[in-house]
């Protein structure tokens, strides 16, 4: 048995578990991800991600669960086979590639903006590169550069537009687009595929976790551009309303347009967090601002 130490993600509560030797040496495939219940170290439940030199490489909360909508059978990809291990070695990823570092490029590929990653791990480069290729083929468009940080000092005013990230650390984020409490459904998307022990199902889950924010998201772009795009002229009322009142309705007007257009086309009840992860790849993804394209005013 070997205690290891826990900080509690939430509270910053320090506590104890004990993990043994043999379970961790049956973990070949990725980390240990260890469940504390709540009322273990604090009242929080959390995940403890541990590699096998016992050291906790990541957490996540697992106390607040965001309702991922469903995605029609018609659009799941149900057969994919695994790439050659040559090509992508998905357990060389899952050992080396933490929830926030996986969860932070994902996070940057929805807001559209460059990534750099530097890399203490040239023999890994080539499959972290290829895992990103295979996952998002066919969808988002992304640029991620994959240096050493050599490389990264060297060119550094190149890169002043991305996002950099060294492991779990942001070292640079121009439009500060990484701020934990908002990369919820990223982080849970990359939880339930570090999580799941069968490989091809984890791999298959995350493509078709990210096929459905594509799909959505480009859904309500183009719902969007059918609406009516004329110049919208001030009416007296939206003069005489106050302006904080306007942007409330517009606000609340635009859910609901969405919600039911969502759940008419695709039979899908959305959950509040994921509408608002879907608008914000509407905005800086798209670049589409509904407020321009949809208004109260009929
Ligand atoms: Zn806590």
Known sequence: MTTVQIICPSCKKTGYIEISDDLIKSTSRGLLA???????????????????????????????????????EEKKIKDI?????????????????????????????FYK????????????NTHIKNFFNYIIKNTFDFELFIISEEEYKKEKKSFKDCLV????????????????????????????????????????????EINKAYT?????????????????????????????????????????????????EFKIKIDKVYLSFLFDIVINYFDVNLKNKISVNP
Not at 83 to 102: E, H, Q, V
Not at 221 to 247: C, R, W
Request: charged share 25%; net charge negative.
């Open 34 to 72: 260890v469940n504390v219940t709540s009322n273990y170290v604090c009242q929080h439940s959390f995940i403890a991600y541990i590699d096998k030199n016992f050291a906790v490489r990541d957490y996540f909360i697992a106390d607040f669960q965001i309702e991922i909508p469903d995605f029609p």
């Open 81 to 109: 086979s695994l790439p050659d291990k040559a090509i992508l070695n998905l357990d060389l990823i899952k050992l080396n590639m933490t929830l926030t570092l996986l969860s932070n490029i994902l996070r940057a590929i």
């Open 113 to 124: 903006n460059k990534i750099v990653l530097i890399s203490h791990q040239p023999f890994l």
């Open 165 to 208: 990230l060294e492991g779990n650390k942001v070292i640079k984020d121009p439009y500060k687009i990484i701020e934990e409490k908002k990369a919820k459904v990223e982080r849970q998307i990359v939880n339930q595929f570090l999580n799941e022990f069968d490989l091809g199902y984890s791999y298959i889950t995350l493509i078709n």
């Open 216 to 264: 959505y998201s480009k859904a309500i772009v183009d719902f969007a551009n059918t609406q009516s795009q004329e110049e919208e002229k001030e009416s007296e009322s939206s003069i005489i309303a106050s302006i904080l009142d306007e942007v409330v309705s517009q606000d609340k007007y635009i859910n609901t347009v969405i919600t039911d257009y969502l759940y008419n």
